[in-house]
């Protein structure tokens, strides 16, 4: 079982930056992709950004060029650094993971709060 835990959310105003980390624990060799999400209040989960085992990424249209998904394999760790974060991206971020046999995996979510 994948447990997966995040850090880094905050408040920052507009136009600044913050820096989300997701660390896995638990069964990580199966893991194929790990990503981020986002949630808003009354809104559906929505991708951010996604990353897999062999480094290819991939991102929503609303983030690309302003956010960048890296991972740490020596510390099983992927990252999201967010820049130039505008009031509409704010929301609960949740890290992702998804293993062997289409099992996915959560994190309890990082909040981000982006004042404009």
């Known amino acids: 079982q994948v447990r997966l835990v995040e850090s880094g959310g905050g408040l920052v105003q507009a136009g600044g930056s913050l820096r989300l980390s997701c660390t896995a624990s638990?069964?990580?060799?199966?893991?194929?992709?790990m990503g981020w999400y986002l949630q808003a209040p009354g809104k559906q989960r929505e991708l951010v950004a996604t990353i897999t085992s062999g480094g290819v990424t991939n991102y929503a249209d609303s983030v690309n060029g302003r956010f960048t998904i890296s991972r740490d394999n020596a510390k099983n760790t992927i990252y999201l650094q967010m820049n130039s974060l505008k009031s509409e991206d704010t929301a609960t971020y949740l890290c992702n993971s998804v293993q062997s046999g289409s099992r996915w995996s959560w994190g309890q979510g990082t909040q981000v709060t982006v004042a404009s």
């Open positions: 638990g069964g990580i060799f199966s893991i194929n992709i």
